[in-house]
């Protein structure tokens, strides 16, 4: 069974700090993704990589970066957290056989506060 | 405006009953994915849906593509207890970006 792994289930930050939150997956996926999502709102994509040191902004980049440094592992940034990214932040992986005809494995999510 | 649309928004069923839910998409729907979350934790991949007129089954859960329509639809048979969270699509509508449906919570009472 694939395997992503988020670093922390629940975490509370204070405005202006820098944020990391990590992921790892086990299935030598190709791609990675972060995606956020909140109520009415949905699922929306913030940064993927398909490839170590490669990265393509989603639909709501800013005030985020990302690091892939090792395939397995893609961390997201938030530069200088502020509470408008208080979310749930999903993490999730698929193969690279077509960007869209592989199912992507997710995460449990971490839920982020910004005081 | 959402490229994919799910209904009913909530669904509350009692225990034992059918029930179904749609996903419909603005653009022709090249294949589709299935999730299932329960609230607070990540979403569980169901099943993926390549083809127009494909169905698949798991367990007591059934999803259809109908290419025609743009739509696919998720039918539960008898609904239980631990069939309750939240259903969403997925898929790439006219085969650009991938994106999410906004969900449909399912409550099932016992």
């Known amino acids: 069974d694939v395997k992503v792994t988020q670093s922390s289930r629940y975490l509370v930050k204070r405005t202006g700090e820098k944020v990391f939150l990590e992921c790892v997956q086990d299935m030598d996926h190709e791609n990675m993704f972060w995606y956020r999502q909140d109520p009415g709102l949905g699922l929306r994509l913030i940064y993927f990589?398909?490839?170590?040191?490669?990265?393509e902004k989603g639909d709501i980049p800013e005030g985020y970066s990302v690091s892939r440094e090792k395939k397995e592992r893609f961390s997201l940034i938030l530069e200088s957290a502020s509470t408008n990214q208080t979310s749930m932040y999903l993490c999730?992986?698929?193969?690279?056989?077509?960007?869209?005809?592989?199912?992507?494995?997710f995460g449990d999510g971490t839920r982020l506060s910004i005081l | 405006s959402q490229e994919l649309e799910q209904s009913p928004q909530s669904l509350i069923v009692q225990e034992g009953k059918n029930l179904t839910i749609n996903c419909t998409s603005s653009k022709t729907l090249y294949g589709l994915y299935w999730y299932k979350q329960k609230y607070g934790e990540g979403l569980i991949f169901l099943m993926m849906?390549?083809?127009?007129?494909e169905e698949k089954s798991h367990e007591k859960i059934t999803a259809k593509l109908d290419e025609k329509k743009q739509q696919s639809s998720l039918h539960i048979t008898a609904s239980q207890p631990s069939h309750a969270g939240i259903y969403l699509c997925g898929a790439a509508p006219g085969g650009q970006n991938f994106v999410f449906g906004p969900g449909t919570r399912l409550s099932v009472l016992p």
């Open positions: 990589s398909y490839d170590v040191k490669m990265k």
């Open positions: 999730a992986s698929s193969s690279l056989t077509g960007f869209s005809n592989q199912p992507q494995h």
């Open positions: 849906l390549q083809k127009g007129g």
